[in-house]
């Protein structure tokens, strides 16, 4: 039985990480550009923008996008999506940022230059709204509010070249897999019955119950 096609209108997958000597020539570039830090939460999402967790992204999103998932979960050109991807900066380094400028994205944890980003647009974003429509809260003991409150001013939407994947395949390499990875061990194994969990920390017994039953059911 062939797999669940990956999301989106193309119904395939769309890594953004570069790689051999493409990736090689963008990390030269990246050091003549000028840098935009970014949290941890961007970071995971260039991540999963770069393996492919994230297709049909092809980068962070325009206000459109915004204003579509925030109001209906979908995109300007209709593709569901339940939570704005976005980076953000501040209003000071947005005004010096052009449009059509190319940027380099730096974790403001390890200093590492994780993607280029070709600007094509600079928004400002009604914080309340996003967690409200997408949270149903403000309360800002919440986490996903208090990050979304905590962002920079000004969004910055455009397409990225994603340079770097963390620590996360040699922290975790017997279990981090990308999901071209994961789609070839289904197949390999003839599995037509998955089961995805997914938790912010190992995995507890009641959660173990929650996946086996959802493969029993």
């Not at 770097?164 to 003839?190: C, D, H, M, V, W």
Request: hydrophobic share 35%; with cysteine; aromatic share 6%.
């Amino acid at each position: 039985m062939a797999l669940v096609n990956p999301h989106g209108k193309d119904k395939k997958l769309m890594p953004l990480l570069l790689t051999g000597s493409e990736l090689e020539a963008e990390k030269e570039k990246a050091k003549g550009l000028t840098q935009v830090r970014i949290s941890s939460r961007e970071v995971g999402d260039l991540i999963m923008m770069g393996i492919g967790g994230f297709t049909p992204l092809t980068g962070f999103m325009t206000k459109a996008d915004w204003q579509g998932v925030c109001d209906s979960f979908t995109m300007s050109d209709g593709t569901f999506w339940p939570i704005p991807i976005t980076v953000s900066t501040t209003q000071g380094q947005a005004d010096s940022i052009k449009d059509g400028e190319e940027i380099a994205l730096v974790s403001e944890e390890s200093g590492e230059v994780m993607a280029t980003m070709t600007v094509t647009e600079k928004y400002k974003i009604d914080k309340e709204h996003e967690c409200q429509t997408v949270y149903t809260t403000t309360d800002i003991e919440h986490p996903g509010v208090a990050m979304v409150m905590n962002q920079e001013e000004v969004n910055l939407a455009g397409p990225v070249k994603v340079l770097s994947q963390a620590n996360f395949p040699e922290e975790y390499p017997e279990i981090y897999l990308t999901p071209a990875e994961s789609r070839k061990i289904f197949e390999e194994k003839g599995w037509n019955t998955v089961a995805a969990f997914q938790t912010r920390n190992p995995m507890h017994s009641s959660h173990e119950y929650l996946a086996k039953t959802a493969i029993e059911t």
